[in-house]
């Protein structure tokens, strides 16, 4: 099980995660949208990602964009 997956189950009361592109290009790393989608089923947090975006093609996008279908009315993903 990757950290992120025992940090969240962990810390499921989160009203707010964060992934900023100033200190590491997150969209970049191969395990993102797997870390994504954990986040997305096991908490409600709002989410923010802050991305240059030019590390992904636009099927990448669409994919993320997809992730929380089903999540809510009220799921919130930012980009920055």
Not at 33 to 42: F, R
Request: net charge negative.
């Amino acid at each position: 099980m990757y950290h992120y997956k025992e940090f969240i189950l962990g810390a499921l009361n989160l009203n707010l995660i964060m992934w900023c592109g100033n200190y590491s290009e997150v969209i970049a790393l191969d395990t993102f949208l797997d870390c994504l989608q954990h986040v997305v089923e096991n908490t409600t947090a709002k989410l923010v990602i802050d991305t240059n975006s030019s590390a992904r093609d636009n099927s990448w996008w669409k994919e993320l964009g997809l992730l929380p279908k089903g999540r809510g009315k009220d799921t919130q993903i930012v980009l920055n």
